[in-house]
């Protein structure tokens, strides 16, 4: 019988080295299944850091268009004012100048009418 019991537990060993042998595959596959996810969910996790990030830098570049044309029609209206204000102030310039000479001409005039009244009585009185 001592066979026999050596034989059983001789069995019995290589069946539990079996048996531990198929649980240390278990557990190695179910770690690499888990690191495996694991390493799965931290690339998405990246990628929607990069998703974000890329959205964020769209974002930004929007507003700095905006702020570009805001800018941009801005001095484009302030051209237009400044323009406005240049021709109101050289049409009043003109009209001033124009008026000047008007008053000018007509001190002339008179001054020539007097003139020539004085010329015609110093021709009456020779």
Same mark, same amino acid.
């Given at each position: 019988?001592?066979?026999?019991?050596?034989?059983?537990?001789? /069995?019995?060993?290589? +069946?539990?080295?079996? =048996?531990?042998?198929?649980? *240390?595959?278990? #557990?190695?596959?179910?770690? !690499?299944?888990?690191?495996?996810?694991?390493?799965?969910?931290?690339?998405?996790?990246?990628?929607?850091?990069?998703?974000?990030?890329?959205?964020?830098?769209?974002?930004?570049?929007?507003?700095?268009?905006?702020?570009?044309?805001?800018? /941009?029609?801005?001095? +484009?209206?302030?051209? =237009?004012?400044?323009?406005? *204000?240049?021709? #109101?102030?050289?049409?009043? !310039?003109?009209?001033?100048?124009?008026?000047?000479?008007?008053?000018?001409?007509?001190?002339?005039?008179?001054?020539?009418?007097?003139?020539?009244?004085?010329?015609?009585?110093?021709?009456?009185?020779?």
């Amino acid at each position: 019988m001592d066979a026999y019991a050596q034989q059983q537990k001789a /069995e019995n060993i290589t +069946r539990e080295a079996e =048996e531990t042998r198929k649980t *240390l595959d278990y #557990q190695n596959q179910h770690n !690499k299944e888990r690191a495996d996810y694991e390493d799965q969910l931290e690339r998405k996790r990246q990628v929607d850091m990069l998703d974000v990030q890329r959205y964020m830098q769209e974002e930004q570049l929007k507003k700095q268009e905006e702020m570009v044309l805001r800018q /941009e029609e801005q001095r +484009r209206k302030t051209a =237009e004012y400044e323009a406005k *204000l240049r021709t #109101q102030t050289e049409l009043a !310039k003109a009209a001033a100048e124009a008026d000047g000479r008007i008053r000018q001409e007509r001190e002339n005039h008179d001054l020539i009418l007097e003139k020539v009244k004085l010329e015609a009585i110093e021709k009456r009185d020779t």
